[in-house]
């Protein structure tokens, strides 16, 4: 064996050299298992292939000061190396790849490169570019609050870091800059890890921003911004530490702006010759990290050639055991598809009275619950736009305080402090983003949209992280959330932007459970019970209905609890099933009503409380008894809940039905502001007895 620097007491620019040469032996691993995908590949034995060829100094460079189980990571798809550095076995990689049941990230259920790792707190990966920011800053923001409180349950340090990795060209999504934003508002411990490779897929940096990102980011007071050449791992090791030392320190968030190459296409779906000429291809080659690194140990004597040669070969060896142990891993079992979209719901029974408490609105109801469990579990946080009631204790001191443009949390901030209810900025993806980073460390974010007519900004923190995480990462990793969301019309004036439905666009995304009460102890029962579950629930609360005079009741007591997908009958009839929710309940009763006064027609009103999962069976039974079913909802009719329920009945109750399937809802337009012409786009009283007597006769 020749004699080389391998002890750790000799170094190179400042790095012991058996470290550097342990990282160069990763490096090599990693570019290996990215060969090997590509053959497994083009032998059909893997299904799909991105690499991370050209960043694996840079990675490797930065964990040597990042603690795998201590610090928090939301990478993206080109962080193998990271992987690999963090212990991550080439096996496991390699499991991923192959989509076998064995994979421990997903077993089988997310394509190569999405890491899941819960004993080394890295966080399940979407493919969304650019999504994972803002659950990070969530992240770092629970931490905080985690070790502040001490809470049980919840573990954190007070000098951990969350870090979380982009392209550059993620930079232009607008959710990287609202956790820019954040982070640097709250002055938190994240470090973005910009990987600059000069491309997103075929389009080159200079027509993605107007200059480099840590130029565009230089505003942000209390960004420390980090560029470096990250080809180069001793620069990586030198430069990186200063930035993760200063995040670990309490001095506020950091980026590193790090230039890397990308020898290899964006992925093997993706050809670069089509739009990259040979010669910048052969430049690049020239920059490769894991050559440069190597020509670094040789010229200080740290390696021979004959070491690195047999290293490269040593890291091929492996590469290729491990890929032969991935194929023989078990396959999935398509029986299993189902499992882990949520997990299991709350125990709960509802008990059959609801007591004599003060009577209350709905409106009321709710902002009562939220502080019975607030007082009682410190998990519980509420926040979004205008939810508290002032910019600061001091203010509050003089003023009511706000609570919400509608006081559904009035008074929150004032008892439980400016931690616990709090405002955030006007973007509706930073507060389900940071909530979905909050319920990952183990709190009980109940997050606020002002509005549902403006929910679709944060459709992308809902649909494709919120609803997929415990799915996507076969049930390690899991999301309690409550969204609370105003919704609906009804308001004379509302118009466009403060009139909509649509929750159907919810129950139609798996993994997010979806509740809509109508009167005031259903609101206490079913939020009490959505703030128990472990899976995302979208509490829609019909803004009409907080305070009205029809659906007050008696305050139920802590104990009452109301199960998701379980109805209740707002009145009991004999001729026809109406099935209904949300405003429209109170408008089917007094339909009904007035048909029975009229015309002696019994009509059993079904209030379904819960939209995902509903209650079926209550239907069924209902149309079993009467044979005809009409279902109302404030929604537009053409594929609503309607239409779902209605073709369930017909496809399970058939034999039972005497006449069609009806439905009444909202005309297939936007809701006007003038009240005329908002009368007649909703769904009126007169509608519904209208429809209840054409099915009566049919």
């Known amino acids: 064996m020749p004699k080389t620097q391998t002890a750790a007491s000799k170094k190179h620019r400042g790095v012991p050299a058996d470290e550097a040469v342990a990282d160069f032996r990763l490096a090599c691993v990693s570019r290996a298992i990215d060969d090997r995908e590509i053959v497994l590949r083009q032998q059909s034995k893997a299904f799909f292939q991105i690499s991370g060829a050209g960043h694996e100094a840079l990675y490797l460079g930065l964990m040597r000061d990042l603690r795998p189980g201590y610090d928090w990571f939301f990478p993206y798809y080109r962080d193998g190396a990271l992987m690999l550095g963090a212990g991550v076995s080439a096996k496991d990689l390699l499991l991923q790849a192959v989509g076998s049941a064995d994979d421990p990230a997903s077993a089988g259920r997310q394509m190569p490169c999405h890491w899941s790792i819960p004993d080394l707190n890295v966080v399940t990966q979407s493919s969304a570019t650019g999504s994972q920011c803002i659950p990070a800053v969530g992240c770092a923001e629970a931490a905080r609050y985690i070790v502040r409180r001490d809470l049980p349950g919840c573990t954190a340090y007070g000098d951990e870091l969350t870090y979380v990795s982009l392209g550059e060209g993620a930079c232009s999504q607008g959710e990287f800059w609202e956790a820019l934003n954040t982070a640097c508002t709250l002055h938190l411990p994240v470090l973005f890890v910009v990987a600059d490779n000069g491309y997103a897929i075929s389009v080159p940096s200079d027509d993605q921003h107007p200059a480099p990102v840590s130029d565009l980011v230089r505003g942000f007071r209390g960004l420390a911004v980090h ?43 993706d050809d670069q010759r089509k739009y990259r000429t040979a010669e910048d291809l052969a430049e690049e080659q020239e920059y490769d990290p894991i050559d440069q690194l190597e020509r670094e140990l040789l010229q200080a004597g740290v390696l021979t050639a004959d070491d ?42 509802e008990p059959d009275t609801a007591g004599e408490g003060d009577v209350v609105t709905f409106g009321d109801a709710i902002l009562r619950t939220l502080h019975e469990v607030m007082e009682r579990d410190e998990r519980v946080r509420v926040f979004g736009e205008d939810v508290g009631d002032a910019a600061s204790l001091e203010v509050l001191e003089h003023v009511a305080g706000k609570g919400g443009v509608f006081g559904i949390t009035h008074g929150l901030t004032r008892k439980f402090g400016m931690a616990r209810c709090y405002n955030t900025p006007l973007a509706e993806a930073n507060i389900v983003g940071r909530a979905i980073g909050q319920g990952i460390r183990g709190l009980r974010p109940c997050p606020e949209i002002q509005f549902f007519d403006y929910i679709w900004t944060a459709m992308q923190q809902i649909r494709t992280e919120a609803a997929t995480i415990r799915w996507r990462s076969n049930g390690q990793w899991s999301v309690p959330m409550v ?42 029962g079913l939020l009490r019970t959505a703030l128990e579950c472990s899976d995302p629930v979208i509490f829609l609360e019909h803004k009409h209905l907080y305070r009205q005079m029809y659906n007050r009741d008696p305050f139920p007591p802590p104990e009452y609890k109301i199960p998701l997908g379980k109805a209740a009958f707002a009145k009991r009839g004999d001729d026809i099933t109406l099935v209904t929710y949300g405003a429209t309940v109170q408008k089917s009763v007094q339909a009904s009503r007035d048909l029975e006064k009229s015309q002696g027609l019994s ?47 017909t496809e399970h109750c058939f034999w039972n039905l005497d006449a069609p399937v009806m439905r009444v809802g909202a005309k297939h337009t936007w809701v006007a502001y003038e009240p005329t012409l908002e009368n007649a786009i909703l769904p009126q009283t007169s509608d519904i007895a209208e429809a209840l007597q054409r099915l009566a006769s049919a």
């Open 227 to 269: 560029k470096m050449d990250g080809r180069d791992y001793f620069e990586v090791r030198q430069k990186g530490r200063k930035a993760i030392e200063r995040v670990r320190a309490g001095e506020g968030p950091g980026l590193i702006h790090a230039i890397v190459t990308r020898p290899y296409s964006h992925s093997l779906s």
């Open 308 to 349: 690195a040669a047999r290293i490269r070969g040593e890291a091929k060896e492996h590469v290729t055991q491990a890929a032969n142990e991935a194929l023989a891993g078990a396959r999935p079992d398509s029986a299993t598809v189902l499992a882990h979209v949520t997990g299991p719901l709350p125990d709960v029974t």
């Open 483 to 524: 969204l609370r969301v105003p919704i609906g019309g009804y308001l004379q004036g509302g118009a466009i932007w403060h009139s909509q439905s649509g929750e159907s666009i919810f129950t139609h995304t798996p993994g997010i459970f979806v509740v809509m009460p109508s009167r005031a102890r259903d609101a206490a």
């Open 603 to 649: 009509v059993e009103v079904i209030d379904l409380r819960s939209l995902w999962p509903w209650d079926d069976e209550t239907v069924a039974d209902s149309v079993a008894k009467t044979s005809r079913l009409l279902v109302v909802h404030e929604d537009i009719l053409e594929f609503g809940m309607g239409a779902e329920i209605s073709a369930w009945v």
